[in-house]
């Protein structure tokens, strides 16, 4: 085998190898990618109808029921506006009324956001970045509404 | 008092480094001898008051020292002692230290082991770990001194996390830093090479233990902890692809692959420039995950520590570092250049290739990790990647390496052929199709093409290493074999092990949340699960409520669990799941929330096949490590060559 044989078949296979993952992860990243929004942007209609999001605020305190069965019914707010939410399971530790939590899902046609995974905070004092951003974001809208005469909600 | 000693050792140790990175490495530039002497002592020296420090945050939390802000944030006095000890590390500044004090251990064990080590490139070593413990105890002193003191001092501490108090977790963090800080020696041999422009085979040689410790520690550390998350939080799972997860896993696979590039520098002499650039990049991602888990840019468990200063810091020392390197790199990687030949059918194409997909499927973690905080900061919308990116990209990426395994341990350094490879592997590529197809539809008593596949790649790992360690114990026996052999042969068997695991949890599982009556009874894998009810419990620094499942098999009794729903006297709740351990299979139940009145619970139940598999692959793997680092070849050489130098010496 010649020299120049040889360069290029280990080029050739450094191609493929290059290639195959290149592909594999922008297939992968475009399937599997949840974007975060609050539930103010979900008021506003923002969020995608048919793909999975994750909606994350504070959960509205005395709206957790939880009956009978697995079902637990609550509501995430950002303190402008407020999202119901479904989740049939065992929830985390953590999840608390009046702290935060992210759910991960898609909204129902009824309006409610079906989750499929919840996430609560892992120690007393965390809060996770994309929830205090959301709560701060809603807080200021709050005072904007406020200040056009809106009521708030 | 203590703690004053604890922080004035800590500034010795301060001044101490900073004198052993600067005479030794300017001395070996000029070849001043005497500067190149000090080097040894003071790396001793710096050991000693970094162990001073430690011992003495060690005393405050055993005392209870609550003036400290640290012991007082970590601990308190109805804490037992294990953890009180285990808390030291237990957040920001302690594991820190601790941080710092393994670098000074690794630095000190160099001294002590590298006796066949030249002076100058000695020197030149101890002054490039001593300029990395200038950077951590920079960054202690300046931005998270561990023995801050609190006044006026509180009466009782606060808690350690509840999750953090247990045995498992007492040893996870150790064990990973000291595979992260391990992989600082083969950087510094890396650097102290290329700053005197010797790469040979002796200089692989010196790294190959190094980097194979710090590759067992990770490994153990890194499945310690995904047993830790099976069975402590509650979700069953055994690696989630957290970021921090990966920030281990990232310089676990760019370790593995310096493994092997190191072992065709040192036996061929290629592959000189890149085995440099991994260990650079093996280095640098452990300090990348230090800098991920530390600077509280991530949503996790681990990130406790979220001030803009300390990210400020590790930021720039990463730059530091990985900037430094690659531009030394950048100068003098062009005189290293290997004139070693070889076919493209080889051990060493083979190991290039393992390389090659090693650092692809390190790349495209790393990928997944960083872009949504790359978005993040480019205001472009908040995402995040879930674990199927990871195992959409990650399985398909390292299987055809599975595959490549058991040819490149048959191939021949050199130059090989398809022709003769062929007939050596004939026989595994049958048996092992044969095995893996068979092993789902007879073991498990259902096909699955995912199963068979994995289960084929298995067999194929374990027929191979089987036939190359008959190969190569023809005419001499099993005994006669080399212990890096033996390293070979379990580390690639443990990862069969581990892919068996893997495999057969991923498929065969199964998992449900139901809602469970006082007496009533659920079915699931053949075993039945009976609920008989929750009572009170009472623990130290816990009360909570505590179940009972009975678990039958065919009307006989397999196990009782007894899982718990805890409420820590800090607050914060935890589960701990009731297990049924076996090797395979395991049995696993978690508390949910009680619901109604009449005693019924939510409760989550797992069956989960060869579970088990996945960490005890994970230790024959480090067991490989450990052998092929006993190998005598290290252990010859260093004193053949130390009797050369003597007998130098004399005639000198």
């Not at chain 2, 000695?122 to 002054?127: K, Q, T």
């Not at chain 2, 399985?395 to 350094?413: E, Q, S």
């Not at chain 2, 088990?612 to 005598?632: H, N, V």
């Not at chain 2, 009797?643 to 000198?652: H, S, Y």
């Given at each position: 085998?010649?020299?120049?044989?040889?360069?290029?078949?280990?080029l050739?296979?450094?191609?493929?190898?290059?290639?195959?993952?290149s592909?594999?992860?922008?297939?992968?990243?475009?399937?599997?990618l949840?974007?975060?929004?609050?539930?103010?942007?979900?008021?506003?209609?923002?969020?995608?109808?048919?793909?999975?999001?994750?909606l994350?605020?504070?959960?509205?305190?005395?709206?957790?029921?939880?009956?009978?069965?697995?079902?637990v019914?609550?509501e995430?707010?950002?303190?402008?506006?407020?999202?119901?939410?479904?989740?049939?399971?065992?929830?985390?530790?953590?999840?608390?009324?009046?702290q935060?939590?992210?759910?991960?899902?898609?909204?129902?046609p009824d309006?409610?956001?079906v989750?499929?995974?919840?996430?609560?905070?892992?120690d007393e004092?965390?809060m996770?970045?994309?929830?205090?951003?959301?709560?701060?974001?809603?807080?200021?809208?709050?005072?904007?509404?406020?200040?056009?005469?809106?009521?708030?909600? | 008092m203590?703690?004053e000693?604890?922080?004035?050792?800590?500034?010795?140790?301060?001044?101490?480094?900073?004198?052993?990175?600067?005479?030794?490495?300017?001395g070996?530039?000029?070849?001043?001898?005497?500067?190149?002497?000090?080097?040894?002592?003071?790396?001793?020296?710096?050991?000693?008051?970094?162990?001073i420090?430690?011992?003495?945050?060690?005393?405050?939390?055993?005392?209870s020292?609550?003036?400290?802000?640290?012991?007082?944030s970590?601990?308190?006095?109805?804490?037992?002692?294990?953890?009180?000890?285990?808390?030291?590390?237990?957040?920001?500044?302690?594991?820190l230290?601790?941080?710092?004090?393994?670098?000074?251990?690794?630095t000190?064990?160099?001294?002590?082991f590298?006796?066949s080590?030249?002076?100058?490139?000695?020197?030149?070593?101890?002054s490039?770990l001593?300029?990395?413990?200038?950077?951590?105890?920079?960054?202690?002193?300046?931005?998270?001194?561990?023995?801050?003191?609190?006044?006026?001092?509180?009466?009782?501490g606060?808690?350690?996390?509840?999750?953090?108090?247990?045995?498992?977790?007492?040893?996870?963090?150790?064990?990973?830093y000291?595979g992260?800080?391990?992989?600082?020696?083969?950087?510094?041999?890396?650097?102290a090479?290329?700053?005197?422009?010797?790469?040979d085979a002796?200089?692989?040689?010196?790294?190959?233990?190094?980097?194979?410790?710090?590759?067992?520690?990770?490994?153990?550390?890194?499945?310690?902890?995904?047993?830790?998350?099976y069975?402590?939080?509650?979700?069953?799972?055994?690696?989630?692809?957290?970021?921090?997860?990966?920030?281990?896993?990232?310089?676990?696979?760019?370790?593995?692959?310096?493994?092997?590039s190191?072992?065709v520098?040192?036996?061929?002499?290629a592959?000189?420039?890149?085995?440099?650039?991994?260990?650079?990049?093996?280095f640098?991602?452990?300090?990348?995950?230090?800098?991920?888990?530390?600077?509280?840019?991530?949503?996790?468990?681990?990130?406790?520590?979220?001030?803009?200063?300390?990210?400020m810091?590790?930021?720039?020392?990463?730059?530091?570092?990985v900037?430094?390197?690659?531009?030394?790199?950048?100068v003098?990687?062009?005189?290293?250049?290997?004139?070693?030949?070889?076919?493209?059918?080889?051990?060493?194409?083979?190991?290039?290739?393992?390389?090659?997909?090693?650092?692809?499927?390190?790349?495209?973690?790393?990928?997944?990790?960083?872009?949504?905080?790359?978005?993040?900061a480019?205001?472009?919308?908040?995402?995040?990647?879930?674990?199927?990116?990871?195992?959409?990209?990650?399985?398909?990426?390292?299987?055809?390496?599975?595959?490549?395994?058991?040819?490149?341990?048959?191939a021949?350094?050199?130059?090989?052929?398809l022709?003769?490879?062929?007939?050596?592997?004939?026989?595994?590529?049958?048996?092992?199709?044969?095995?893996?197809?068979?092993?789902?539809?007879?073991?498990?008593?259902?096909?699955?093409?995912?199963?068979?596949?994995?289960?084929?790649?298995?067999?194929?790992v374990?027929?191979?290493?089987?036939?190359?360690?008959?190969?190569?114990?023809?005419?001499?026996?099993?005994?006669?074999?080399?212990?890096?052999?033996?390293?070979?042969?379990?580390?690639?068997?443990?990862?069969?092990?581990?892919?068996?695991?893997?495999?057969?949890?991923?498929?065969?599982?199964?998992e449900?949340?139901?809602?469970?009556?006082?007496?009533?009874?659920?079915?699931?894998?053949?075993?039945?699960?009976?609920?008989?009810?929750?009572?009170?419990?009472?623990?130290?620094?816990?009360s909570?409520?505590r179940?009972?499942?009975?678990?039958?098999?065919?009307?006989?009794?397999?196990?009782?669990?007894?899982?718990?729903?805890?409420?820590?006297?800090?607050?914060?709740?935890?589960?701990?799941?009731?297990?049924?351990?076996?090797?395979?299979?395991?049995?696993?139940?978690?508390?949910?929330?009680?619901?109604?009145?009449?005693?019924?619970?939510?409760?989550?139940?797992?069956?989960?096949?060869?579970?088990?598999?996945?960490?005890?692959?994970?230790?024959?793997?480090?067991?490989?490590g450990?052998?092929s680092m006993?190998?005598?070849?290290?252990?010859?050489?260093a004193?053949?060559?130390?009797?050369?130098?003597?007998?130098?010496?004399?005639?000198?």
């Amino acid at each position: 085998m010649k020299a120049r044989h040889k360069r290029l078949g280990f080029l050739l296979v450094g191609l493929v190898v290059l290639g195959a993952a290149s592909w594999l992860v922008f297939n992968a990243l475009g399937n599997n990618l949840s974007y975060f929004f609050s539930p103010t942007e979900v008021a506003e209609n923002k969020v995608p109808a048919d793909h999975v999001f994750r909606l994350g605020g504070l959960v509205q305190p005395g709206s957790v029921e939880r009956g009978e069965e697995l079902t637990v019914r609550f509501e995430v707010t950002d303190n402008a506006h407020t999202v119901k939410v479904a989740y049939t399971g065992i929830l985390p530790d953590l999840f608390k009324e009046g702290q935060g939590v992210i759910a991960q899902g898609r909204m129902g046609p009824d309006g409610v956001f079906v989750a499929d995974e919840v996430l609560a905070k892992h120690d007393e004092n965390y809060m996770s970045p994309e929830v205090a951003d959301a709560l701060e974001k809603g807080h200021q809208k709050g005072i904007a509404d406020m200040a056009k005469g809106n009521k708030p909600l | 008092m203590i703690p004053e000693i604890g922080h004035f050792a800590l500034v010795l140790a301060l001044v101490l480094v900073l004198i052993q990175s600067f005479f030794p490495l300017v001395g070996a530039q000029k070849g001043i001898a005497s500067w190149v002497a000090i080097a040894k002592p003071v790396a001793r020296l710096q050991l000693l008051f970094t162990a001073i420090a430690f011992a003495c945050l060690t005393w405050s939390f055993l005392e209870s020292d609550f003036s400290v802000l640290y012991v007082a944030s970590n601990s308190n006095t109805s804490l037992p002692i294990l953890y009180k000890v285990s808390g030291v590390w237990g957040a920001h500044e302690g594991s820190l230290l601790f941080w710092a004090l393994t670098l000074s251990v690794w630095t000190t064990a160099v001294t002590l082991f590298g006796r066949s080590i030249p002076p100058v490139m000695m020197a030149r070593v101890l002054s490039i770990l001593g300029l990395l413990s200038v950077g951590f105890l920079m960054f202690m002193l300046f931005t998270s001194n561990p023995f801050e003191r609190l006044v006026p001092p509180p009466l009782e501490g606060k808690d350690l996390n509840p999750l953090l108090q247990d045995p498992g977790l007492a040893l996870h963090p150790p064990l990973l830093y000291m595979g992260y800080v391990g992989f600082a020696v083969p950087f510094a041999f890396a650097i102290a090479a290329m700053l005197g422009g010797r790469l040979d085979a002796a200089w692989a040689r010196w790294s190959r233990p190094w980097t194979q410790v710090a590759w067992v520690s990770l490994t153990l550390g890194i499945a310690l902890g995904s047993w830790w998350a099976y069975y402590e939080l509650g979700w069953g799972g055994w690696w989630f692809w957290d970021p921090v997860e990966n920030a281990s896993f990232m310089p676990w696979l760019a370790g593995t692959a310096l493994m092997h590039s190191l072992a065709v520098t040192e036996k061929r002499g290629a592959f000189k420039a890149w085995t440099v650039l991994l260990a650079i990049f093996a280095f640098s991602l452990s300090l990348l995950g230090m800098f991920l888990v530390r600077s509280g840019v991530l949503t996790s468990v681990h990130a406790f520590a979220s001030d803009p200063a300390r990210g400020m810091f590790i930021l720039v020392f990463l730059v530091a570092v990985v900037g430094g390197s690659l531009a030394l790199y950048a100068v003098r990687a062009s005189k290293v250049r290997s004139y070693v030949r070889f076919d493209l059918v080889s051990k060493e194409s083979a190991l290039l290739l393992n390389n090659v997909i090693l650092v692809v499927a390190c790349a495209a973690v790393l990928l997944g990790t960083l872009y949504p905080l790359l978005l993040d900061a480019l205001d472009m919308g908040k995402i995040s990647v879930g674990p199927p990116y990871f195992n959409a990209v990650f399985i398909p990426l390292t299987a055809p390496l599975v595959v490549l395994m058991g040819i490149g341990a048959m191939a021949r350094w050199k130059r090989d052929s398809l022709k003769n490879l062929w007939p050596k592997v004939r026989v595994s590529l049958v048996a092992s199709v044969v095995f893996g197809v068979l092993y789902p539809v007879v073991v498990m008593q259902k096909f699955d093409w995912l199963a068979a596949i994995g289960m084929v790649l298995a067999f194929w790992v374990f027929f191979t290493t089987l036939k190359v360690t008959r190969d190569q114990a023809r005419g001499r026996g099993l005994g006669g074999l080399s212990l890096s052999h033996w390293g070979m042969a379990f580390g690639h068997i443990g990862l069969a092990v581990f892919i068996v695991g893997i495999t057969l949890t991923s498929v065969y599982s199964t998992e449900k949340d139901l809602r469970l009556d006082v007496g009533q009874s659920h079915e699931m894998g053949g075993y039945q699960f009976l609920f008989k009810g929750a009572t009170h419990l009472q623990g130290p620094n816990y009360s909570g409520d505590r179940g009972e499942v009975v678990i039958t098999r065919e009307g006989e009794q397999i196990a009782v669990l007894h899982p718990e729903k805890r409420n820590y006297r800090s607050g914060m709740p935890m589960t701990e799941a009731g297990i049924d351990a076996g090797l395979t299979r395991d049995l696993f139940v978690a508390l949910g929330e009680p619901l109604g009145s009449e005693g019924a619970w939510s409760v989550r139940l797992y069956h989960k096949p060869y579970v088990r598999w996945i960490w005890l692959g994970s230790l024959i793997m480090s067991l490989g490590g450990l052998l092929s680092m006993a190998d005598k070849r290290y252990r010859v050489r260093a004193r053949r060559t130390a009797m050369d130098k003597a007998a130098v010496g004399a005639t000198v």
